[in-house]
C-alpha cells in the first residue's frame, strides 16, 4: 500500500502544514484546522487502507514549551491518533490552535467514539468542539473551575485551598449531579406511560467501582444508559508533568490497578524510546514474564467477580484463592502484591531472585487443574450461559468503531493481539494462540479470557525454559537508576548516577508513543519530552475509556439484570476509565 | 472455672462428682451490665459497609476471601446499603467529585457507626498531592483507625479491624440516662508505630531480597 503521508501530499495539496519525526516512527502530520474534517473523513472511508479505529483524541498545552523543533506555531495542539487494521499502522495528526478560545470541529459525526475524547478535552484543556452533541464536563465535578491539564492550573491539591466540605457545599455538590433527563435529551415518558430513571452507583455493588449510570427503564427493559464518570479521575497525566521520569513508574501501577507491573511495560517502553535505549533480552524476558502474572491475576479477580454478578457465590472464592498463588509468586520476586513498581527505564528493578524457578514451575504444574474445575463449575453452567450467551451483542465493525481493543475485540472474530501483531519487547519469540470468538456476546468475551489464562500460562512457561542469561538492566548511561558497578571507578560514569539518582535523567526532546496489549486491552502511552527532568505531556490512552463508553450502545434493549452481565464482560476498571 | 462436657447416652448426668450447684451456676450465668455486654456483642458482629473507592477495595475484598477470612473476627456480612452497616472502610483514594457521595453515604449509616481509613490515600492523600484528591478523609469526617500501606495487605486491613474491634469493646456508650459524664467515651488511640518500636528495633537482620 502506498505511504500515507505520499497519499496525503498528492490528494490534499496544501493541506498538511508539516511532517513531524518521532521517536516512535509513527507517520505524524501537522494538519491546518480548516481541513482537518475533510481528512479525517478521507483517512476513515476513502483511502486504501483506511484508518478505521480512532485510536485516541487529546490535546497538549504547548505554552510552555521551550524546544518547538520546527513545529508550527501553537498555543494548544489536538492530537488524533488512528489505527488502520489494513495496514496495521498507527497514524498521528496534529492540528495547532492559536486562538484564544481554541475551537474544531467535532468529529462524532465520523466516529461516535470520539464522544467522550472530545468532552475529556474540553474539561481538561477548555478545547471547544463545534457541532458536540454534549459538550459538558466528564471527569472533573460540574462545579469545577478551570481546566486541569492547562499549564496554568496548579498541579498539587496543597496549591490551592484547603479542601472543606460544609454543609452548604454539600448541598450545591449533590444538587449539581442531580440527573435532568432533559438535558440528554431523554424523554420521561413513552406512549403515554412514566418512564423509570434508576440512578446505579456511584456506589453499588455491581459497578465494580465507583462509576455512576443512570439507566432510562420502560419496566424492566432499558431504553438508554448514561454513564457518569470522573468519580475516580486522580490526575495521573498531570502527575507525569511533574514527577521524574523514573519516579513516575509507581504511578502507573495505579492506572489500572490489577495490572500492576503491565502499567509499567508501555510506559517504560516509551522512555526507553525517547532516550534510545536498548533493553538487554534478559530483562525483556522477565518483563513479559511478570507482565503475564499479572494477566492471570487481573483475569482470576474477573473470572470470580463476573460469576459473582450473574450470582454464583463460590467461584469468586476459588479464584481469589488463586490468585493469591499468583500474587505470591509476585510478591516474592518484585516485593510487592498489587503496586510492584519493578520495572525501570533501562530493564527492571532487580535480579530474579534465587528459587524464583521452583515457584513458578509449582504454579504451573498447580493451575491447569483448576482450570478445568472453572470450566466445569462456571463456563459449563446453565444458568451462567443462559445469562450470558446472545447477550451485549456486537460486531466487529462496531467495535471497531468504537475503539474496543483486547478481548472484547477478539470475541467479535477477529484475530487480534498487539502482541502478535506489533510485537514488542520480543514477543515474536514466544509460541501462543489468540484466542478468539464468533458471536461478540458476553459468553464470547468470557470465553476469551479463559482461554488466555491458558495462553499466559504457556508463555510463562516458555520464559522459564528459556530465560536468557546477561544482566538485568540496560548500561545506557540514560537507564534509571545507572548501573552501579563503575561508578567508584572513573569520575564520568560517577557524575551520571548521581545526577540520574538525584534529578532524575534529563530525556532528550522528543515524542514517542507504545502500547501493549494489557490485561483489558490496548493500554498506551504518548510521552512528550521537551527535554527536562519531566515529561512535558504524558498521555495515557486506556482501553476502559473506550471500552465504557461503548456499554449504552450494547446494552439498550437487554433488561436490567443484563446490564450486570455486561458491565462484567466488559471488564473495566475505573482508574483505568477516569486515570 | 471448670468446664466439663456431658455424656451422649446420659445428658444430664453429672461427670465425676463435679457438677456442684456452684459450678453448674457458675457456669450459666453471666454477671455483666447491660452496657458491656452490648459493647461485646457489637465488638464481635461489625458489619461492614460493601464500600470501595479504589485499588484498596480489592485488597479489602480479598480479606474477606478464605486464606484471609474475616469471617473469624465476625466482620465479613458486607452490607450493600449503608443504613445495614456499622463500619465503613474508606478503601482507596478520596476524589473531590467522590466527597460530597461519600459524606452522603456515612450520613445514611445509623449510629453506633465507625470508620476505617484504609490506605496512604484515604490516611492523607499519600502520593497523590493533586488538584482532584481530598488530602485525606479525615478532613471532613471523623475517622476511628488508620491503616497504613499502598495498598495495605489483606492481613494489615485485618489488623486494623482488630484494633477497631478493642476500641468497639472498651468504648463507654450509656444506653440510658446515668448520673455523671453524658455521651460517647471513646477510648485514647493508640499509636502501633510508637508501640511496636522497641519489637522492631531489635530486628538486626534483614531478610536477603536476592533469595525467596
Redesign the interface.
Known sequence: MTDIVTILDHDFPGYILSVQDTKDDFPTLWVKPLHIMEILRFLKTTVDGPYKMLYDLTAVDEQARIHHNGQPVSDFTVVYQLLSFERNAFLRLKVPLTDAGPALPSVTGIWPAANWYEREVYDLFGIRFEGHPHLKRI???DTWVGH?LQKC??????E?P????PEN??ET??LS?QFKPEEWGLDSTAGGDDLLFLNLG????GTH??LRLVVQLDGENIMNVVPDI??????AE??GERQSWHSYI??TD?VE??GGVMNNFPYVMAVEKLAGITVPDRAKVIRIMLSELFRISSHL?WYGTFAQDLGMMTP??LT??D??KVLDIIA??C?A???PNWFRIGGVA??L????EA?IQSFIDYFPKRLKEYDNLVMKNSIFKARTIGIGVYSTEEAIEWGITGPGLRATGLEWDFRKKQPYSGYEQFEFEVPTGQNGDCYDRAKVRVEELRQSLRIIQQCLHNMPEGPYKSDHPLTTPPVKERTLRDIETLIHHFLNVTWGPVIPPGEAFCGVEATKGHNGYYLVSDGNTTSYRTRIRTPSFPHLQFVPTISTGYTLPDLMAILGATDYV??DVDR | MQWWTSKVNDPTGTVSGNSSFEKTFQKSIILTNMESMVAWGRKNSIWPF??????C???M??SI???YDSARFGAEVIR?SPREADMMIIAG?V???????I???YEQMMAPRWIISMGSCANS?G?????????GVD??MPVDVYVPG??P?PDAFLEGILLLRDQVGNEKRPLNWVIGDQGIVKPRGVSLKEEKRAERMKMTEIRD????
Open positions: 471527569l472533573m465535578p486541569p492550573h496548579p498541579a498539587r491539591a496543597t490551592m484547603p479542601y472543606q466540605l457545599k454539600q455538590e449533590q449531579m456511584p456506589q453499588h455493588p467501582g465507583i470522573g468519580f475516580h479521575h486522580r490526575g498531570k502527575m509507581p504511578y495505579r490497578y490489577l479477580v469468586v472464592f481469589f484463592n490468585r493469591e516474592a520476586i516485593g502484591r498489587m503496586h532487580q535480579e531472585p534465587k528459587g524464583w515457584l475505573l482508574s | 460493601n464500600f470501595g473507592l479504589s485499588c477495595y480489592v485488597e475484598a480479598t476471601t478464605s486464606k450493600g483514594t476524589f473531590i467529585k467522590m466527597a460530597p457521595v459524606k452522603r453515604l492523600g502520593m497523590y498531592d493533586i488538584y482532584s484528591v481530598v488530602q478532613k471532613f499502598c495498598p495487605r531480597p536476592g533469595s525467596i
